[in-house]
Nanobody, 118 residues
Framework: QIQLVESGGGLVQPGGSLRLSCATS????????MNWYRQAPGKQRELVAA???????AYADSVKGRFTISVDKAKNTVYLQMNSLKPEDTAVYYC????????????WGQGTQVTVSS
């Protein structure tokens, strides 16, 4: 059972930055695609950023140019660097490990709250 633990959330002013971390219990980045999702109150969970096992990244249009996803294999950690934060970025952020084959399990973290407010 792979475990994911997010950290790094908090309260930040508009225009500020935060770096979220998602620590995994095993070395999985050569196999799994890692995603960051977010869910704001009353809204559906949305995919924010993804990085494949080959290191290719992709972003939602709403965060492109502001957020950066990266992995540190030595630390078994995936990061989400968030810059130029806006109030509409307020949400609970989750990381997810997506398996390469159907039938394999995917794994979610417990989430970390990000609040952007003055």
């Amino acid at each position: 059972q792979i475990q994911l633990v997010e950290s790094g959330g908090g309260l930040v002013q508009p225009g500020g930055s935060l770096r979220l971390s998602c620590a995994t219990s095993e070395s999985i980045f050569d196999i799994y695609t890692m995603n960051w999702y977010r869910q704001a109150p009353g809204k559906q969970r949305e995919l924010v950023a993804a990085i494949t096992n080959g290191g290719h990244s992709a972003y939602a249009d709403s965060v492109k140019g502001r957020f950066t996803i990266s992995v540190d294999k030595a630390k078994n950690t995936v990061y989400l660097q968030m810059n130029s934060l806006k109030p509409e970025d307020t949400a609970v952020y989750y990381c997810k490990a997506v398996p390469p084959l159907s039938g394999w399990s995917d794994y979610w973290g417990q989430g970390t709250q990000v609040t952007v407010s003055s």
